[in-house]
């Protein structure tokens, strides 16, 4: 049984910084691939930003240079390091992990089947 817990959310002033965590328990799966999502009020869920365990990393355009993505394997943990926040990345952010290997189509949500809860994160 796969479970995926985010922590680290809050609210935090335009241009301030926040860390989010997420464990994986039960997730035994090759290469780990893992992402973070976000949903805003309205609007559909975004892919953030992709790791696995090969090494590949990707961001959406919209947080790259401010985002960083990090995982630990070991402690089946993964981390979402934001930086220079701004209003617009205000949204839910959930933790995401794939069954399978993906070697492309990393922001595309039906390449996930374990979903965590989601963290809120709000910029004002």
């Known amino acids: 049984h796969v479970q995926l817990v985010e922590s680290g959310g809050g609210l935090v002033q335009p241009g301030g910084s926040l860390r989010l965590s997420c464990k994986a328990t039960g997730y035994t799966y090759s290469r780990h691939c893992m992402a973070w999502f976000r949903q805003a009020p309205g609007k559909e869920r975004e892919g953030v930003a992709y790791v696995d365990g090969d090494g590949t990393i990707t961001y959406a355009p919209a947080v790259k240079g401010r985002f960083t993505i990090s995982h630990d394997n070991a402690k089946n943990m993964m981390y979402l390091q934001m930086d220079s926040l701004k209003p617009e990345d205000t949204a839910m952010y959930y933790c995401?992990?794939?069954?399978?290997?993906?070697?492309?189509?990393?922001?595309?949500?039906?390449?996930?089947?374990?979903w965590g809860r989601g963290t809120q994160v709000t910029v004002s």
């Open positions: 995401a992990a794939s069954k399978l290997p993906l070697w492309d189509g990393y922001f595309r949500r039906e390449n996930y089947v374990f």
